[in-house]
T-cell receptor, first 113, second 113 residues
């Protein structure tokens, strides 16, 4: 099992450009999450998906959109990148219904200039 | 709402010394508590968790934590630090609503020879 995988590992964008961060898990998990990590602020939830076909906003959803393409894949899209979106982005998935233990991907380091 | 406070953004210890990382939480529901570790340029990995039952929880790499309801604390300890323990550590509590975690801001552990 690869666990949770994310692509790309690194990305540099110019202000106003768009991009999609990809996440996939091969553990048959129902729920998936997108976080951003900023120095001194811990991890903040952007969006989550309780199951295939559903998505919900987290703590900091502005400027982002998500797609739960199927049970395995959950993508995060920045339509018009801003310097404030410079961050490290992590995808995670939950082991089972009713559980809280999250499994994390390796992260995508995004810089917006 | 649930919240987590981690005292000290940086903790420095010598190799072989006791490691103590502090975590206090606030929760309106019975807390589920977690410690995660993040090594440089990697995702988060679960160290240990408390849900119910025994209040002293043992995790990987020799770490343990004790849930103290009266003190609303879940401090992480290790009797003897190793150089390989140098990393960032995050405490988390289950949030309200669907299977969410609320993370603290993290504590960076520095281990000197």
């Amino acid at each position: 099992n690869a666990g949770v995988t994310q692509t790309p590992k690194f990305q540099v964008l110019k202000t106003g450009q768009s991009m999609t961060l990809q996440c996939a898990q091969d553990m048959n998990h129902n729920s998936m999450y997108w976080y951003r990590q900023d120095p001194g602020m811990g991890l903040r939830l952007i969006y989550y998906s309780a199951s295939e076909g559903t998505t919900d906003k987290g703590e900091v959803p502005n400027g982002y959109n998500v797609s739960r393409l199927n049970k395995r894949e959950f993508s995060l899209r920045l339509e018009s990148a801003a310097p404030s979106q410079t961050s490290v982005y992590f995808c995670a998935s939950i082991m089972n219904v009713g559980g809280y233990e999250q499994y994390f991907g390796p992260g995508t380091r995004l810089t917006v200039t | 709402a649930q919240s987590v406070t981690q005292l000290g953004s940086h903790v420095s210890v010598s190799e072989g010394a006791l490691v103590l990382l502090r975590c206090n939480y606030s929760s309106s529901v019975p807390p589920y508590l977690f410690w995660y570790v993040q090594y440089p340029n990697q995702g988060l990995q679960l160290l240990l968790k408390y849900t119910t039952g025994a209040t002293l929880v043992k995790g990987i790499n020799g770490f343990e934590a004790e849930f103290k309801k009266s003190e609303t604390s879940f401090h992480l300890t290790k009797p003897s630090a190793h150089m390989s323990d140098a990393a960032e550590y995050f405490c988390a509590v289950r949030g309200t609503g669907f299977q969410k975690l609320v993370f603290g801001t993290g504590t960076r552990l520095l281990v000197s020879p």
